[in-house]
């Protein structure tokens, strides 16, 4: 069996010496030694001052609408996962959607003004499957209407724009640490804002408002992440590198046995480092992924349609957005992860290409 992605498992010795040293120090939780360890390894990774390890993205998404006090309609991509726009409608906020550019697949500027009213607080942008957004353009609009801008960075790790992570931009950006994601921590989240009372304000956010045993600061919420996820995402830092150069080169053998059949891949956005976080390929028609979905299921082998459907047809939603649409209905994600093969690469191939010459 084939499944679209597998979580990356570092060595066992190594997830089990840290768990030892937890049962040593009998600290689990509560922004003990093994978290600040994590997030200091991680801006030394990515090059950042600051973030926040958070228990998961969506509570990421969650805590940067509240930090940044958005209120009423935010506009954002119906073209992502759900949980950038059930964050917003969580939060108490109208979720405004403006259509994707077809080739990039994230939310087109050219169509965010003809969306913005007096209710606007914000931009939610998802760069989805590890592809910048057009961020230049993005941030001159918010800027000139005074709204504020998070990006759903959930797929990004290991992402640059302009040469520094991506993770850069934006009032805020969030990303994810979910197994299935190519940096993970089972579970887990981060936050990044360069505005030092933002990354305040949200530090009391993850953990209650608390502010010492006895005061608070503000409405909080338990965000916070364990020192066994911290050891997971430890372990798992340590082969970044090799996991985001192993993606490439499958990216690659997957470009190149594919050649000759008929799909179109998302453009990558002008400025954008690629992390080849995913690899969807868009057929001419549904149908045409269908017969390949199916065909490809009887071989045991497992591809996802991310992201299908389309979030504006969401029963607590409202929205017409027909690119996005049609590109839901026609997009298909190809097993990628560590552990594959390229002699199963090969084999998704060839059995791609059967049932086009068919
Ligand atoms: C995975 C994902 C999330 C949610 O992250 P969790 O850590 O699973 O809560 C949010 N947005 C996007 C685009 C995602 O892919």
Known sequence: MIPVTKP??????????????????????????LVNEFELSLKEYLGLKHLLYVSNGTIALQIAIKALKLKGEIITTPFSYVATTSSIVWEACTPVYVDIDASTLNIDPAKIEAAITPKTSGILATHCFGNACDIDAIDEIAKRHNLKVIYDAAHCFGTKYRGRSIFEYGDISTSSLHATKLMHSVEGGLLFTKTPELLKRMAYMRNFGHDGPEKFNGVGINGKNSEFHAAMGLAVLDDIDLILAKRKELSLNYDEKLATFISDKPQIQEGCTFNYAYYPIIFSCEQALLDAKTELEKNEIFPRRYFYPSLESLEYVEGDCPNSKEIASKILCLPIFYHLTKAEQDMIARL???????
């Open 8 to 33: 990356y498992l570092p060595p066992i010795e190594k997830y089990q010496q840290y768990v030892s040293d937890i049962y040593q120090r009998q600290w689990l939780t509560n922004n003990g030694p």
């Open 352 to 358: 791609l290409l059967r049932i086009q010459n068919n």
